[in-house]
């Protein structure tokens, strides 16, 4: 038998005639705006849902358009009219025709838009949730966490076959500086129906290595707001709220933030800015690291500066000092000589003229007596002489060893023998008891110095003999 059907184009066209017929004119219509965009002709294309009250499901969706001569009238009127912008997430009754084509299928066409309709349902849900969250002291309590300096170890909750989460792990990897990082996938649905129950036993599932990872990221690719609806759960907000992981969301939706955004600790737009986020945290501490590595040299050279200006300011003090004391002793050794010479001189003149007042009185009866003094004389003489040579040596001697003691006490000399100079804040250490754990010591070498810090101080203990 013959199966005479019609042509598709005839099944559209009969729908058609229906909907022209059932409709003739334009109808109020109340709906939720799930979705909304603009072209650059200045049309608005819009997304219309209704949902299930009781299960919050979507159990309608329609294609609506505003032509760009409505438009320009309809956005100030109602943004006028209600204060709130013509956005996405707003319950709307719009009057609008019904038009069917035979390739597209059916669309409103929307001629005229009520004022009165101007928070929707998912506007409406997102402030009680927020409201609910707030009252309960649970809100901000993810924020709240330090975020790690170092977050190497990673647990992220995305679908294992979203692009998104392909870019976030290549964007990681292929970081320009090299840095390692430790992830792993806790596998979830990310839209739909049974996406919330999803992501909250992937929080579960980490939860139970806490002590393994620094932060939680929450990834996906863009999508409607219609699939993004998810994310504006209570028990799903509740759940990353609490949560004891500083969470990253990266759900991939830049035109709108959802209640997940708000309540974790960092929101980024895509699963690519979640990733850069981490390499940031990073370049920020090896940034950190570098200034304090160039502070650290550089008052370590202000301090060898400081202390080669200090040895040169000692040494010009030290070498007048040195040769003051020289021309001191040298005058001093040059006045006893000079004295010896006329004390010499004087007893040699004194016995002289004895010996010659002697001889004249004596000298019939003395003669031997006057030869034998005069040997006696001639030998004081050479005594005497011995005695100054000796004086005169002895003098010079001290001389030389206070030149010794002189050049041996010189910093620079006693650094020269491998010998180190102990200094505590610019003066040099001459007793233990002196120095206290803690205390930062200066020693220095013939070829530089260095900083130490007392760590243990052991004074040697004498015992008392009785």
Not at 62 to 86: D, N, V
Not at 337 to 358: P, T, V, W, Y
Not at 382 to 397: A, F, M, T, W, Y
Request: proline share 3%; charged share 25%.
């Amino acid at each position: 038998m013959t199966n005479n059907g019609i042509s598709l184009f005839q099944l559209n066209n009969q729908i058609k005639g229906i909907l022209n017929n059932a409709f003739e004119g334009e109808i109020w219509i109340i709906a939720e705006i799930s979705e909304l965009r603009y072209n650059q002709n200045g049309h608005c294309y819009l997304e219309l849902i209704e949902k299930d009250e009781s299960s919050d499901k979507i159990i309608a969706k329609a294609r609506a358009t505003i032509w760009s001569y409505t438009f320009r009238m309809l956005k100030p009127y109602f943004e006028t009219s209600t204060g709130q912008s013509f956005s996405s997430g707003i319950k709307v009754l719009v009057n609008a025709s019904i038009e069917f084509q035979e390739i597209y299928g059916y669309t409103l066409n929307i001629k005229d838009i009520d004022p009165s309709y101007t928070l929707g349902d998912i506007a409406k849900r997102r402030r009680e949730i927020l409201n609910r969250l707030e009252e309960e002291g649970v809100l901000d309590m993810n924020k709240e966490i330090g975020f790690p300096d170092i977050p190497k170890c990673i647990a992220v909750i995305s679908s294992p076959t979203a692009a998104g989460y392909e870019d976030f792990a290549k964007q990681l990897e292929n970081n320009l500086s090299g840095y390692k990082f430790h992830y792993k996938l806790f596998p979830a649905i990310m839209q739909g129906n049974k996406a919330e129950e999803s992501i909250i036993e992937a929080l579960d599932r980490i939860n139970e290595y806490e002590g393994i990872f620094d932060v939680a990221v929450i990834i996906r690719g863009g999508g409607s707001t219609a699939d993004l609806n998810c994310f504006d759960s209570y028990w799903l907000a509740f759940n990353i709220a609490q949560f004891p992981l500083p969470v990253i969301s990266g759900i991939g939706h830049e035109r709108d933030e959802t209640i997940v955004d708000i309540v974790a600790n960092v929101r980024v737009k895509t699963p690519t800015a979640a990733a850069e986020y981490l390499i940031d945290c990073f370049d920020e501490k090896q940034a950190y690291h570098e200034r304090l590595q160039e502070e650290f040299y550089k008052g370590i050279n202000e301090i060898l500066l400081e202390a080669s200006e200090n040895l040169t300011y000692l040494s010009n003090k030290f070498s007048p000092m040195v040769k003051s004391i020289l021309e001191k002793k040298s005058k001093q050794l040059l006045l006893a000589n000079e004295k010896a010479i006329n004390s010499a001189r004087q007893l040699i003149k004194s016995h002289s003229f004895g010996l010659e007042n002697l001889a004249d009185k004596l000298k019939p009866g003395l003669k031997h007596r006057l030869i034998h003094e005069r040997n006696h004389t001639t030998n004081l003489q050479s005594k005497i002489g011995i005695r100054v040579g000796r004086l005169l040596e002895n003098q010079r001697h001290k001389l030389v060893l206070h030149e010794q003691s002189v050049r041996y006490l010189n910093p620079e000399n006693i650094l020269q023998k491998g010998y180190t100079l102990t200094l505590k804040e610019g003066k040099i250490v001459k007793d233990i008891s002196s120095l206290s754990i803690n205390d930062s010591i200066e020693t220095k070498f013939k070829d530089g110095s260095i900083e130490s810090k007392i760590q243990n101080v052991n004074p040697k203990k004498h015992k008392k003999n009785g």
